[in-house]
């Protein structure tokens, strides 16, 4: 239930950023720690090292954080009332998975307005794979009334490398979270700040200019040339840092060598939607990010936090 | 007899598990109960997301005591053989065996060993939890910390034993750290409280009055049944649709049908594409208005839950979403029909068909071309079949076609039909993928036709080009059905033309490593063998069609065996004559003749080392019978020939058939290993012409029976 308590301006169902705001409250209060966005950019909450990299290991690891998440190739100049090349996810990671974790969600539902007496809240079976991540793992999508508002995921491999313990992974569409909390059919039309009147800022307000100027990027200007050196430097330095981060038993250059990964990655979605990867190369342009993943990963479990002694 | 009841509960199972989960539970249960010696009366599965279960009515209480008499060596024997007895019999000394007399061996030791049987729950507890650990999941999991695969993390287990009326007791077991007990739950939201089960009727009525349906089979009942009854409530019929039945199902432990709307302008797109959008993306059922046969702008939701608002919010949170697909589905359909099928085409060179055949533009090219070859000879104009074949592809970029490719085909006629092309391109459009399965409606438009085989024989023709042919139950390329497809389209039309040429040999052109066997000519064939061992590809799909048929499968194999057997028709019609022949008496006696003949032409060319061709030499001929039989071959063999040529079979038949009376004649009067060579020879030439004679119709030889 809303806290009664909470301003309107506050309230998860008349705000967007009070829903992130309320989320973030809940998993501070099951003991996450709560992190900011990663600062680069990714296609999607998982590619935060807090998420990837700390899937993997031994250790225990509790987090939640927003995640703006770029996807050049769903931009549609801000004509689509659905789809966005930018958009934020609100993702939580608790490694192990708690027993009770289905229950976790739906309290989380519940905190920002979803009445479990009044909806139709479903786990509807949805295999998680990231062929770039070189992970799998095994969930739902969670349907509320029909709509998909969340991936429910048991990673069961991250980097080509086994989970032991199984992390759970919960990863909310905040936009269309929102949308059904406020009732809202344009995700444009989404209130941002909760305010009425003069005050009130709106989702299109921040957001629109950027998803027609980013659509013109994406589709139309981005250098691909330089993508293409980009792409091949960013490997190039992940495959270098790795080199001189590795001491044998431990590894002392993980983390900077996958955001060099992270880079790749994000080069490569944006090579794809200016269509310039034919469909052979597809395949190998992946397959080079996730043996950037794997080395990653592998680098990570030398490192004091991925479990190395 | 007590009763078991196991429940394994789960975070929400795959819809599309479940059935055969329930089945595997019961079939490894109840054979390692047999196989443990406890037979049971009956038993039956149980699932719903939540939980698999299993009910074991009519079990023993415990297994029955094992005796059993272990022979030892006889009395007196060496003290080394008698050791091994008694530690092979658990016998701590000679005292605790007997001593048994035989007349012919003397007395020996015999040990009795007395097995008894376990309690029933003791033995449960031992399979149980095995059972679990190898559970043939399609897809298993691990979580949290442990190291137990299931398909979403188990959560408790139910375990009770127990005879109708007693106080059932919990079988007691842990698998990785979950105790089994008697303790289940009820629906997720509507009773999560804890509730404590006896035996199968109590578990169920328990579970029942907490809101779930443990029976998939009732579920599917009350969703179907409420369904209809609410679409007859508004006046419509509810579009039934079985697959997606068995999905909802398994979706909800308390089936709440509901009805739900969307705008009459979404009325404009297809009634097909509307079904496919609210079907595959909210797992909807659609309604049809009876009165225009149309779809109504209605929709049925199968939700899990009793609200409070009896669903108002349920339904319109589902008209919210299904609004939202359908503006995308009448966006992708406007879209599609503005920029026309024509723009796409281009956008086929550059996908791959496949790595070694080509891009996309490319296999349309060929399909053009050998479209346009078979057109003539199915009856379709030429220049129609090579334009259908054209556009035969290019609903595949489409936008609603990416959305659902199982529309495939079908939109590419609407958007034709919308583009006023022919139509009979239109329609090949769709028809040019028929016949999908042995079910499923063959094309009769010629123009169909014609795109229909020239897409499936260069689909067949390239892939045995590239030998990636069919193995076992591995055919990737639907190769196994792209030849039925053929068959069928040729034999249920009529059709005549042979495989071989122009079918399986097109164009000449480079195309790969494939250039030789598309090559026009026979003769230029680099390749042969891959023509020569598709069409026996093709005689096995046509033995497994027409044996699906009543057919005789070697009667297939002794026409298939003649040289150039390759119009499916003929081959068919051949077949059909030669069998009705084989049931007269004539036939019956002329094929025992015609045996006899061979064996006898085997064993003496065995002799000999040499062949016996004829002709016969008429000088040699001695004895009237063989006389007469030499005339009547002279006679039978160009009739067959003739009536052959004419393609009336029953006609050959009633030919060869005079070859009878003459054949057994000669049996009954003419030896033929005449002491004269000359005359020997004579007559294993004149069974060679008995041989020839036939091989007009089919090699006998490979007749059966």
Known sequence: MIDPALPAHMRPDRSFQALLLTLQRFWADQGCVVLQPYDMEVGAGTFHPATTLRALGPKPWKAAYVQPSRRPKDGRYGENPNRLQHYYQFQVILKPSPDNLQELYLKSLQAIGVDLGLHDVRFVEDDWESPTLGAWGLGWECWCDGMEVSQFTYFQQVAGIECAPVSGELTYGLERLAMYVQGVENVYDLNFNGREGAEKISYGDVFHQAEQEYSRHNFEAADTEMLLEQFRMAEKACHKYLAFGDKGEKHEMALPAYDQCIKASHVFNLLDARGVISVTERQSYILRVRELAKACGAAWLKTAAGGAA | MPDLLIELFSEEIPARMQAQAAEQLKKLVTDDLVERGLLYEGAKAFVTPRRLA????????????????????????????????????????????????????????????????????????????????????????????????????????????????????????????????????????????????????????????????????????IILNDAKDLALASGLELVEDEGLLDEVAGLVEWPVVLMGAFEERFLDIPDEVIRATIRANQKCFVLKNPATGRLANRFLLISNLVASDDGAAIVAGNERVIRARLSDAKFFWDT??????????????????????????????????LAREIAPKVGAEPALAEDAAAFCKADLLTEVVGEFPELQGLMGRYYAQDEGLASEVAAACEEHYKPQGPGDRVPTAPVSIAVALADKIDTLVGFWAIDEKPTGSKDPYALRRAALGVIRIVLENGLRVRLSAPLLVSDSRDWGETRLIHSRAFGDLVLPVHLIDLLSFFADRLK????????????????????????????????TALARFLDTEDGKTLLAGYRRAVNILRIEEKKDGRAFTGPTNAALLKEPAEERLAAAIDDVKPRVAAAVAQEDFAAAMTALADLRAPVDAFFEAVTVNDPDPALRENRLKLLDEIRAATRGIADFDRIGG
């Not at chain 2, 790595?355 to 296999?363: D, H, I, V």
């Not at chain 2, 497994?544 to 048929?549: A, D, F, P, Q």
């Open chain 2, 544 to 575: 497994v069609h027409l044996r699906e048929h009543g057919a005789r499968h070697d009667l297939v194999d002794a026409v298939f065996a003649l040289e150039g057997q390759d119009d499916l028709f003929l081959l068919v019609d051949r077949m």
């Open chain 2, 54 to 221: 299993l009910a074991v009515h009519g079990l023993p209480g415990r297994q029955a005591d094992q005796r059993e008499e272990k022979k030892g060596p006889r009395v007196g024997a060496p003290e080394g053989a008698i050791a091994g007895f008694l530690k092979s019999a658990g016998l701590s000394s000679l005292d605790q065996a007997t001593v048994q007399s035989d007349p012919k061996k003397g007395d020996f030791y015999v040990a009795v060993v007395e097995k008894p049987g376990r309690p029933t729950p003791e033995v449960i507890a031992e399979i149980i939890p095995a059972i679990i650990r190898r559970f043939p999941w399609p897809k298993s999991m691990r979580w949290g910390a442990g190291s137990l695969k299931w398909v979403r993390p188990l959560h408790s287990i139910v375990a009770t034993f127990g005879a109708d009326g007693d106080e059932p007791e919990v079988v007691r077991f842990e698998v990785d750290g979950i105790v089994s007990s008697n303790v289940t739950y009820g629906h997720r939201f509507l009773a999560p409280a804890p509730i404590t089960v006896k035996r199968l009727d109590d578990w169920m009525a328990k579970l029942e009055a907490a809101k779930v349906v443990v029976d998939r089979d009732r579920r599917k009942d």
């Open chain 2, 336 to 369: 599609d029909r503005v920029n026309g099928l024509e723009s796409r085409m281009p956008r086929f060179q550059s996908i791959t068909f496949h790595e070694k055949l080509g891009s996309q533009a490319e296999r349309i090219e060929r399909i053009v071309r």
